[in-house]
């Protein structure tokens, strides 16, 4: 893939993506929008990466929609006068300029089939700082800096982040971020359940790559795979028993896959040699996704 706005770099099975955008203190554009949202959804054909770390070139993580652009800065068609019927295919060609461009971007993180890192080593603004709620942790650098400031802006939060704060903080904390529209420092952040650590700068990313390898060297991809999708999917069913029947497919594929090989290493004492590939997922995943 040809990249302007964020750069790749692979070692070791863990994929680093870098907002690269430093001049400008990493601003989200649209072009950066569609780029982040190539990268996620092809790392999940990418047998060779088993994490992504996504953090900032330069100082900054993120700063926030590119506010200089000219027109709707957020890259909306102005003309239009959409109402919530026409929301309802969101693949439909004339949405394209009408849908929150973070969305795309979180949507394609939430059905992302690797474990996902924010290592914030800045300011992470806006959808700087809504991006990464999609992902599985945030680890703040002490320069990092966290905002939820839309309600300064006259707008609202984006990138389908009233659906994620509240998941990862409680309803009353979440309505006190988004009302308050403060920037939080590192060690505030975490206090209030953002972030799970605070590290100095040239820490940040061992640190990451090290929760990356604690979550995924030696696991399954599959395994992994559905475990990412099962919490992030089954918690917001309604009821557990919708749960019961994705478990129940869930285990049924993964004992006759890499589970065996787990068990057989297990009673052999001796290390896993797991071969299914996160490209090839069980036969119900794809309806499951699709439906759920």
């Keep these: 893939m040809e990249f302007t706005t964020i750069r790749h770099e692979v070692d070791d099975g863990i994929l680093t993506v870098y907002l690269d955008r430093p001049e400008h203190l990493n601003a989200f ?35 926030g929609m590119d506010l200089s652009s000219e027109g709707n800065v957020f890259g909306l068609d ?28 979180t949507l394609a993180i939430h059905a992302c089939r690797k474990p996902v890192i924010a290592a914030i080593n800045g300011a992470a603004v806006g959808i700087g700082a809504t991006m990464t709620l999609a992902m599985d942790a945030r680890l703040l650098s002490t320069r990092a800096r966290f905002g939820l400031v839309f309600g ?22 979440a309505l006190d971020l988004a009302y308050r529209a403060d920037i939080l420092d590192a060690d505030t952040a975490r206090e209030t359940g953002l972030a799970q650590s605070v590290h100095e700068p040239e820490a940040l990313l061992t640190e990451a790559r090290k929760l990356a390898d604690a979550w995924t060297r030696d696991r399954s991809p599959v395994s992994v795979a559905l ?34 090989e787990g068990v057989h290493a297990f009673l052999d004492k001796r290390g896993p040699k797991f071969s299914e590939r996160a490209s090839a997922m069980p036969p119900f995943y794809q309806e499951w996704i699709r439906d759920a």
Aim: one cysteine or more; proline letters at 6%.
């Design 29 to 63: 554009t649209v072009e950066m929008a569609d780029e982040l949202e190539r990268t996620f959804v092809a790392v999940n054909e990418d047998d060779s990466v088993r994490a992504v770390i996504v953090t900032g070139e330069g100082r900054a993580f993120c700063a």
């Design 78 to 105: 102005e003309s239009k006068t959409p109402s919530l019927a026409d929301m309802a295919d969101l693949d439909a060609p004339e949405l394209r300029r009408i849908r929150d461009t973070g969305g795309r971007v």
């Design 152 to 173: 300064r802006l006259g707008i609202v939060p984006e990138a389908c982040s009233t659906w994620f704060l509240p998941r990862i903080v409680d309803m009353p904390t």
């Design 227 to 260: 475990i990412r999708q099962m919490l992030y999917r089954n918690s917001a069913a309604p009821h557990p028993v919708e749960a019961h029947r994705v478990d129940s497919l869930a285990m049924f594929y993964t004992s006759i896959g890499d589970g065996a």
